[in-house]
């Protein structure tokens, strides 16, 4: 089973809900770290709970401005609460380690939603609130590192890595087009563990909005020949960075040169078919729905690997 952490932002929200509602997630069962009070996020939710699948929501997100907007926004707050009693089954509580852990356990109680079986990521920083967490009996599975395993001997285990390689410049992807991504889809079941997990292709690192790019990057993931994934980095020319649609243009006409020409195949997914389509009718729809579309081309990806 395949755990991908998503950082609660519009594009990563709804390439999951897409994927989700036409029924493109087996096996996968994301993790959405909140980072944002939005409609997008009840929405997403709702998602899960009318495809009746499951996913994991954080409590108590280590990044964004979500807490803050909670505790300021009282609709809203009821909305999610609501939302979240609602998806018994189908939404689960996941925690970060963290100080706040216990007063978020507790939190979640108090909104009377079941945290049976929740879900909970390792920090090796702040062991010793893990060690206070694992006393409550709420957890099923841990999302640890593979060299802290020892920590949770008696819990299933996930195994949690961050393949994804960012550089400060997307320009600087072109230094080595093509990366080893993971094997874990391989041997997590070998090693112990009951599934494996990662930061997908953004990557564990977060900052609040964005900045205009002086190059397109468009990460793709694909099955190299001996079964593990590489992702492979299309990146513009160098071209007038004030015009993003050129740019976005002469990413996407490199990376299907690159997929057309290649000696291991590229899997046809819904995203990656988005992208041709977006190539061949000459629209440019901006770049968040650019990443929205590898993302889910990687997750979709995934799904089918592990439903062989």
């Given at each position: 089973m395949y755990f991908p952490i998503l950082r609660g932002r519009q594009n990563e929200l709804i390439a999951i809900r897409e994927?989700?509602?036409?029924?493109?997630?087996?096996?996968?069962?994301?993790?959405?770290?909140?980072?944002?009070?939005s409609s997008t996020l009840l929405k997403s939710m709702e998602a899960f709970i009318d495809s009746q699948q499951e996913?994991?929501?954080?409590?108590?997100?280590?990044?964004?401005?979500?807490?803050?907007e909670l505790q300021i926004t009282p609709t809203f707050e009821a909305a999610y609460w609501d939302v979240m009693q609602r998806g018994v089954g189908y939404l689960r509580p996941c925690f970060n380690v963290s100080d706040d852990l216990m007063e978020s356990i507790e939190e979640v109680r108090r909104h009377e939603v079941e945290i049976t079986d929740a879900a909970i990521i390792y920090n090796r920083s702040k062991d010793c609130f893990f060690k206070q967490a694992l006393d409550s009996n709420a957890f099923g599975i841990c999302l640890i590192n593979d060299s802290a395993r020892r920590q949770a001997r008696m819990?299933?285990?996930?195994?949690?890595?961050?393949?994804?390689?960012?550089?400060?410049?997307?320009?600087?992807?072109?230094?080595?087009?093509?990366?080893?991504?993971?094997?874990?889809?391989?041997?997590?079941?070998?090693?112990?563990?009951?599934?494996?997990?990662?930061?997908?292709?953004?990557?564990?690192?977060?900052?609040?909005?964005?900045?205009?790019?002086?190059?397109?990057?468009?990460?793709?993931m694909y099955k190299h020949r001996d079964g593990s994934l590489f992702v492979h980095h299309a990146v513009s020319n160098d071209l007038d960075f004030?015009?993003?649609?050129?740019?976005?243009?002469?990413?996407?006409?490199?990376?299907?040169?690159?997929?057309?020409?290649?000696?291991?195949?590229v899997a046809s997914t819904y995203g990656l078919q988005c992208l041709r389509d977006s190539l061949d009718?000459?629209?440019?729809?901006?770049?968040?729905m650019a990443k929205r579309w590898t993302i889910m081309h990687h997750l979709e990806l995934i799904s089918n690997l592990m439903g062989r």
């Open positions: 994927l989700v509602y036409r029924g493109l997630l087996n096996s996968v069962i994301p993790v959405i770290e909140p980072v944002k009070a996913c994991y929501v954080v409590m108590n997100p280590s990044v964004g401005l979500f807490d803050r819990m299933d285990k996930v195994l949690l890595s961050d393949p994804f390689i960012a550089r400060a410049r997307n320009a600087d992807y072109r230094d080595e087009p093509d990366e080893f991504f993971t094997d874990d889809h391989r041997f997590y079941s070998d090693d112990g563990y009951v599934g494996f997990s990662d930061y997908s292709i953004v990557g564990s690192a977060y900052s609040e909005g964005g900045f205009r790019p002086r190059a397109v990057a468009l990460h793709v004030s015009d993003a649609a050129q740019l976005y243009y002469s990413a996407l006409e490199n990376l299907f040169s690159w997929v057309d020409s290649l000696e291991c195949e009718e000459g629209t440019f729809p901006g770049l968040g």
